[in-house]
């Protein structure tokens, strides 16, 4: 049965197919898409779309699941505007949904909400995520404590993993055709110094000032700092989307592993853009055992002192900066005077889309 068809099907159906009966699964883990509620939708159209996108209402789907399995746990995983409450907000659907099934079957789910930041535990990646965390009996689940810190809070913990320490052992050239940047920025990436994005060519940065402040998506012309973790992967990138590699390339799917925090044994299959996007959508596997270890420690009493098994080893050899390239003559007559972004809700996109609306508004 697709996701897809889950709307089709009655409750029964729905447990004949996955063979098994009411209260007998025990964990029921879910990563509906995160296109309809992420930062870049709201970006490129001023608004999210929210669980009236045809993905969003996936989530629909998931709780025609948990209605009709009713598993011990739920674990559910989505970017942070997941959980806003508007009127297109997810979590708003998911509150109403969890009452309605409490109410008709007798149970007691409530929704644990937990910001997790994947660096925090240790993955090479700075990865905002939402987990919403439920059992039958309704008991709080506390958020694991947090056993990586930046370096200045060090002295609590372990420091952050960083890219480097990720992927500095892997080939930094990497002739593989499919990672030379495509589209019409690529030649510029290699005037970009490591850790910045296209600000680098605006009026308040150090270079040319070739655009606007804040006109474009921060991850525009991004590229890896060596010596922080990796800002989110994601999963389809357009073509000036980074993060890049400092060589000035995209990233290999061995070190798109790698900063996920996915084991050197694990294997993608299919197309270079398949494997980026499978990666881009997946939850590291570090996170996913820090949560259910604390499922195992908070809700099951377990007491078993425990060594994380994905925690990525490290690479130890110290890095060195990449050279910063002089700006293409092709993109020197951009070099000139930029408007900025003139503000939240004010940008070209929002401005058409207010005018549009009042031109609907207005009497006729």
Request: contains cysteine; proline residues 9%.
């Amino acid at each position: 049965m697709e996701p897809g068809d889950i709307h089709q099907h009655s409750p029964q159906e729905i447990l004949q197919a996955a063979q098994i009966r009411p209260r007998e699964a025990y964990v029921l883990s879910a990563g509906p898409p995160c296109q309809p509620f992420s930062k870049a939708a709201m970006w490129a159209n001023c608004q999210i779309p929210g669980y009236w996108d045809a993905r969003g209402r996936i989530l629909k789907a998931m709780m025609r699941v948990i209605a009709a399995a009713l598993p011990r746990f739920i674990i559910l995983e989505n970017v942070e505007a997941l959980g806003q409450s508007g009127k297109n907000g997810g979590f708003r659907m998911l509150r109403r949904g969890m009452e309605n099934i409490n109410r008709l079957h007798g149970t007691k789910y409530r929704w644990n909400v937990l910001n997790i930041n994947a660096a925090d535990y240790g993955v090479p990646q700075v990865r905002k995520r939402l987990f919403f965390i439920a059992d039958r009996e309704g008991r709080t689940f506390l958020p694991p404590g947090q056993t990586h810190f930046p370096p200045r809070l060090g002295q609590y913990g372990g420091t952050y993993a960083t890219a480097w320490q990720a992927i500095g052992d892997l080939d930094t050239k990497n002739q593989d055709p499919r990672l030379s940047p495509r589209g019409k920025w690529r030649d510029l990436i290699a005037s970009i110094p490591e850790g910045h994005n296209y600000l680098w060519h605006t009026s308040r940065g150090a270079g040319l000032p070739l655009f606007g402040w804040r006109t474009r998506y921060w991850s525009f012309l991004l590229k890896l700092d060596k010596n922080r973790p990796s800002w989110t992967i994601p999963a389809s990138p357009g073509p000036a989307t980074g993060p890049f590699h400092w060589a000035n390339r995209m990233l290999s799917i061995r070190e798109l592993l790698r900063l996920q925090a996915f084991p050197d044994d694990y294997d993608i299959s299919g197309s270079y853009l398949s494997g980026r996007r499978q990666i881009g959508n997946a939850v590291p596997p570090l996170v996913a055992e820090v949560l259910g270890l604390e499922i195992r420690r908070q809700w099951l009493g377990d007491r078993i002192e425990h060594k994380f098994v994905f925690l990525p080893r490290r690479v130890d050899k110290k890095p060195t900066h990449s050279r910063v390239h002089r700006v293409p003559e092709k993109f020197l007559e951009l070099a000139g005077i930029h408007r900025d972004h003139p503000g939240h809700g004010r940008g070209p996109r929002a401005m058409r889309q207010k005018e549009e609306q009042a031109s609907r508004e207005e009497p006729r």
